[in-house]
Antibody
Framework: QVQLVESGGGVVQPGRSLTLSCVAS????????MHWVRQAPGKGLEWVAV????????YYAESVKGRFTITRDNSKNTLYLQMNSLRAEDTAIYYC???????????WGQGALVTVSS | QTVVAQEPSLTVSPGGTVTLTCVSS?????????PNWFQQRPGQPPRALIF???NKYYWTPARFSGSLLGGKAALTLSGVQPEDEAEYYC?????????FGGGTKLTVL
């Protein structure tokens, strides 16, 4: 069965960096577009970034452009989100999600909590 | 700044029918915006319900249906069940960049 498992969350000070991972199983990871989506405590969903199956195309939300980088290692079935210059407003649960043909988000992970606080 | 708007909250009686809508400040939504709908219960990740405005997943209950009407994406629940009480989000795409609506809190009462 399709599984996405995020890790790497935690408490980090403002201005510091953190990298999230999302390990995929149960499907051919290298064939799928992948996304990061976040949800601040008590707030709605916010799309963060997307990466094509071959890493040739990436898009970012304006709120994270220039600070966050989405990458993947298809040999390890793993998606990453490198987050630099973190701010308090980046505090959220971060979900990875699978995308089929740039049109749908069918499977989601359980999420990883990132707290930015001094 | 582009805004994707949804009704903040709706209330429906068990067995009733309710329609949630999704509108974009850019203009009319079309199939090219790939409207998606998700359900999220407290403490859970989102669950996909509808993609490309009208298409269901194999796990989507039959009482859920999606449509595009008058430039808006819509999610209709017919024969609402108590377990449908949740937050519902639409998601649309503009040239590779995706945007969620603000969400609709659906109360079944």
């Amino acid at each position: 069965q399709v599984q996405l498992v995020e890790s790497g969350g935690g408490v980090v000070q403002p201005g510091r960096s953190l990298t999230l991972s999302c390990v995929a199983s149960g499907f051919t990871f290298s064939s799928y577009v992948m996304h990061w989506v976040r949800q601040a405590p008590g707030k709605g969903l916010e799309w963060v970034a997307v990466l094509s199956h071959d890493s040739s195309r990436a898009y970012y939300a304006e709120s994270v452009k220039g600070r966050f980088t989405i990458t993947r290692d298809n040999s390890k079935n793993t998606l990453y989100l490198q987050m630099n210059s973190l701010r308090a407003e980046d505090t959220a649960i971060y979900y990875c999600a699978r995308d089929v043909n740039w049109q749908l988000f069918d499977y989601w992970g359980q999420g990883a909590l990132v707290t930015v606080s001094s | 700044q582009t805004v994707v708007a949804q009704e903040p909250s709706l209330t429906v009686s068990p067995g009733g029918t309710v329609t949630l809508t999704c509108v974009s400040s850019i203009g009319a939504l079309t199939i090219d915006n790939h409207p998606n709908w998700f359900q999220q219960r407290p403490g859970q990740p989102p669950r996909a319900l509808i993609f490309d405005a009208t298409n269901k997943y194999y796990w989507t209950p039959a009482r859920f249906s999606g449509s595009l009407l008058g430039g808006k994406a819509a999610l209709t629940l017919s024969g609402v069940q108590p377990e449908d009480e949740a937050e519902y989000y639409c998601l649309v795409c503009y040239g590779g960049v995706w945007m969620f609506g603000g969400g609709t809190k659906l109360t079944v009462l």
